[in-house]
Antibody, heavy 122, light 111 residues
Framework: EVQLLESGGDLVQPGGSLKLSCAAS????????MSWVRQAPGKGLEWVSG????????YYADSVKGRFTISRDNSHNTLYLLMNSLRADDTALYYC???????????????WGQGTLVTVSS | QSALTQPPSASGSPGQSVTISCTGT?????????VSWYQQHPGKAPKLMIY???KRPSGVPDRFSGSKSGNTASLTVSGLQAEDEADYYC???????????FGGGTKLTVL
């Protein structure tokens, strides 16, 4: 069974930094693209960033480009999201999601974690 | 403003059919057959219902179907059941334009 377990969410001040983690199990982690998708309170889904399988090519939404860095540790089956220069509009539940098809980012997410909450406020 | 446009709400009575539209552009929905649909119940993570325009993951009832014409994709739910009441989101691969884009979501109410 595929399991994705996010952690690292917290209350942080504007301009601060935070690193999210997603521990994966139940599938061959290195062979699948992974993404972070966020959902602000009461709002819709927003794709934030993705990373391909073994090669590790990275992709970002314009709203976070230059501030967020996605990475993965295939030896420890873990996905990360380093968030710098956080703003109030980054407040959201951050989900880790597995791409259905394989190593390339295609945006069909067949497995999701339960999310970790990031609150940016002074 | 979301990249893909969905109606904010839709409704139908039990047993009826309802169709939710998702309009994008020639750079996303119109360019790729990587349109997905997700169901989200309150307080829960999204669940993949349709991928690659019209394919259903294992376990998703065949009451759910997807299609695409030009820059508009559609999700049809036939034989509505009470448990289908949820928020539905479309998404599309968009290549180097925006990579992955979502619609704003549609709240489906079963009357």
């Amino acid at each position: 069974e595929v399991q994705l377990l996010e952690s690292g969410g917290d209350l942080v001040q504007p301009g601060g930094s935070l690193k999210l983690s997603c521990a994966a199990s139940g599938f061959s982690f290195s062979t699948y693209a992974m993404s972070w998708v966020r959902q602000a309170p009461g709002k819709g889904l927003e794709w934030v960033s993705g990373i391909s399988g073994s090669v590790g090519s990275t992709y970002y939404a314009d709203s976070v480009k230059g501030r967020f860095t996605i990475s993965r540790d295939n030896s420890h089956n873990t996905l990360y999201l380093l968030m710098n220069s956080l703003r109030a509009d980054d407040t959201a539940l951050y989900y880790c999601a597995k791409d259905l098809r394989g190593s390339s980012l295609r945006g069909s997410f067949d497995s999701w974690g339960q999310g970790t909450l990031v609150t940016v406020s002074s | 403003q979301s990249a893909l446009t969905q109606p904010p709400s839709a409704s139908g009575s039990p047993g009826q059919s309802v169709t939710i539209s998702c309009t994008g552009t020639s750079s996303d929905v119109g360019a790729y057959n990587y349109v997905s649909w997700y169901q989200q119940h309150p307080g829960k993570a999204p669940k993949l219902m349709i991928y690659e325009v019209s394919k259903r993951p294992s376990g998703v009832p065949d009451r759910f179907s997807g299609s695409k014409s030009g820059n508009t994709a559609s999700l049809t739910v036939s034989g509505l059941q009470a448990e289908d009441e949820a928020d539905y989101y479309c998404s599309s691969y968009a290549g180097s334009n925006d990579w992955v884009v979502f619609g704003g979501g549609t709240k489906l109410t079963v009357l």
